[in-house]
């Protein structure tokens, strides 16, 4: 549902409908709050069998804001864009109950206009109530069917007339990425990446050690096919599963990473934007080598004592910027560097209508900052791993392309014995693509400092 999200424990205080808790997050999102930061917020208000849905609505009208908004434009008076914006928010919540959740109409649009009535009173809420029950019969005359059968004849451009438009509005996705990627990539696997950034990611638990994992009581694992070490929680929660294993939540993606650092180290490798540190761990306990964890954020770092604590792991932890590294010399740098996430766009509920043009042009600039700083670190034989959980080639194998270029001291390594086949590139670079392997996306190049 909220990926591995796990609300703060403790007694709702006054059992905060579900419905009304979904609002008050959209409207924190709304005012510039992170969705998983508004959900910490909000949830521990909301009676604990309610929060689950109260997760889902949310984090579901997030990410499929502009297929929502399609249905409820196609349902009402006005634009979407010109709507008082809590009004359209509860319509966005009705929207989604009817139309992805298929909560009965009577419970879909008497609970969410029950609770819309409270705060806004009875004139708005009846509005809420006219655009609803106008959708709800508008789906049951598209279709009354599935998902696939919506798509084709609810307020969507056909996919092969206007692929933009449909990836945009049924897709739910900034139009300036639909573009980016469908310049780039087949239609089919631009429809399948999206498709996968709509749905709530699972829960995957990675192992530390090579044994079959026991899991802890009320605990359920199942093995994700082609991922050795990976399991899906399909049963409990996360910190029930993490205190009877020796794991931590990670996606397969990222785990490639860890696992394309690759070789026999040898020394204490330096990660360089560690927070909140399962790279960190992973490669302590992978590669049986200190780890030392820097970061610029205090709060995310802070995330990481305990883990390591739990886990016996040798990993070290301090506040640096690592465009100015307080480190003299190191064998192996991995610098996992701060960038758009367009391969963790599922995760991120709000994340892809934050991000803009100028967003990438921003980071690739800070990447460029971050590797060459770390370029000056590593000595003369050492390896330095660039990685990302973006998409762009900018990010990608662009920014390592311009990099090498500058550093003629520098030369890329071919990938690690071991790599899976569709994961790498060509020319050796780690490339995780959602719509091929089911998981997050990722990107890493092994760069060996030769002189
Ligand atoms: C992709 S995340 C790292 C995820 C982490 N490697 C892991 O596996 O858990 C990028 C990190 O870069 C950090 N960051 C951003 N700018 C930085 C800078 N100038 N110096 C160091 N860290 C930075 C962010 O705080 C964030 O934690």
């Known amino acids: 549902m909220g990926g591995a999200f796990e609300p703060a424990r403790g007694r709702a205080a006054a059992g905060l409908n579900p419905r009304a808790a979904a609002h008050r997050m959209l409207g924190e999102v709304r005012r510039g709050t992170r969705s998983d930061r508004a959900a910490s917020r909000i949830l521990p208000a909301v009676d604990p069998a309610d929060r689950g849905l109260a997760l889902d609505i949310a984090f579901g009208c997030l990410r499929l804001r502009a297929r929502l908004d399609a249905w409820i434009g196609a349902c009402a008076d006005r634009p979407p864009a010109r709507m008082d914006r809590a009004v359209r928010d509860w319509l966005r919540i009705g929207a989604y109950q009817l139309t992805e959740l298929r909560t009965p109409d009577h419970a879909a649009v008497g609970e969410t206009v029950g609770a819309a009535r409270s705060a806004l009173g009875r004139g708005r809420a009846g509005y809420v109530n006219a655009v609803l029950r106008a959708l709800a019969r508008r789906r049951d005359g ?19 007339v206007d692929p933009v438009g449909h990836l945009s ?12 990627w469908l310049a780039r990539w087949e239609l089919a696997d631009v429809r399948r990446l999206v498709e996968q950034q709509n749905r709530a990611p699972d829960v ?4 530390l050690t ?5 899991p802890p009581d009320g605990v359920e694992l199942d093995p994700v096919p082609g991922w050795p070490r990976s399991f899906r929680l399909e049963k409990g929660l996360p910190g029930t599963a993490l205190s009877g294993l020796r794991a931590v939540i990670q996606d397969p993606a990222a785990s490639a990473v860890v696992d394309y650092v690759g070789g026999r180290l040898g020394e204490p490798v330096l990660d360089v934007c560690a927070a909140p540190g399962t790279k960190a761990l992973g490669l302590a306990a992978a590669y049986g080598v200190p780890v030392v964890a820097l970061d610029i954020s205090h709060r995310r770092l802070a995330r990481l004592g305990a883990p390591a604590r739990r886990l016996g792991l040798p990993v070290s932890a301090a506040v640096a910027d690592a465009r100015r590294l307080p480190v003299a010399e190191a064998g192996t740098v991995l610098a996992d560097v701060p960038c758009t996430g367009t391969g963790v766009l599922r995760r991120r509920a709000d994340a892809r209508w934050r991000l803009e043009q100028r967003s990438l042009d921003d980071l690739v600039a800070l990447q460029r900052e ?11 034989g050492g390896l330095l791993v660039y990685s990302t959980c973006s998409l762009e080639r900018e990010e990608n194998e662009e920014q390592v392309d311009a990099f090498l270029d500058r550093r003629p001291d520098y030369r890329r390594e071919p990938h690690p014995e071991g790599a899976r086949g569709d994961c790498t590139t060509p020319r050796g670079d780690l490339f995780v693509r959602p719509w091929l392997t089911g998981t997050d996306g990722a990107y890493a190049a092994r760069l060996r400092r030769i002189a």
């Open 142 to 160: 598209d279709s009354g069917a599935g998902p696939d059968a919506l798509a084709a004849a609810g307020p969507f451009p056909d996919p092969d």
């Open 169 to 180: 509005s049924w897709g739910s996705h900034p139009e300036w990425l639909v573009r980016r």
């Open 204 to 207: 995957v638990v990675r192992l």
């Open 210 to 214: 090579g044994d079959d994992p026991a």
């Open 370 to 380: 971050i590797v060459d700083a770390c370029a000056a670190a590593v000595r003369p």
